[in-house]
Nanobody, 118 residues
Framework: QVQLVESGGGLVQAGGSLRLSCAASGSIFSIKAMGWHRQALGKQRESVAG?????LTNYADSVKGRFTISREKNTVYLQMNSLKPEDTGVYYCNADVVGRYSDSADYWGQGTQVTVSS
């Protein structure tokens, strides 16, 4: 099995910064891609940023220029700058993992709350 553990959420004022981390562990052969998603209260979960094994990144239009996704081994980071109240939500990490003894599968973390006050 594979576990994803997020950390780094919290309360910050508008204009501030936070850095989220997500560490993958368990029966991992390789990770094809990792990403961050968020869900605001009463809204659907949306993709925020993703990074593939070759380093190719993508971002939601709403965070381009403010957020930066990066990865080191089995940990993915999301540096969030110039935060806005509309960035508030639960942030989830996900990973497309090829297991040591299994095919590729998608895993999710438990989520970390980010609250941006105005």
């Amino acid at each position: 099995q594979v576990q994803l553990v997020e950390s780094g959420g919290g309360l910050v004022q508008a204009g501030g910064s936070l850095r989220l981390s997500c560490a993958a562990s368990g029966s991992i052969f390789s990770i094809k891609a990792m990403g961050w998603h968020r869900q605001a209260l009463g809204k659907q979960r949306e993709s925020v940023a993703g990074i593939k094994s070759g380093g190719l990144t993508n971002y939601a239009d709403s965070v381009k220029g403010r957020f930066t996704i990066s990865r080191e081994k089995n940990t993915v980071y999301l540096q969030m700058n110039s935060l806005k109240p509309e960035d508030t939500g639960v942030y989830y990490c996900n990973a497309d993992v090829v297991g040591r003894y299994s095919d590729s599968a998608d895993y999710w973390g438990q989520g970390t709350q980010v609250t941006v006050s105005s």
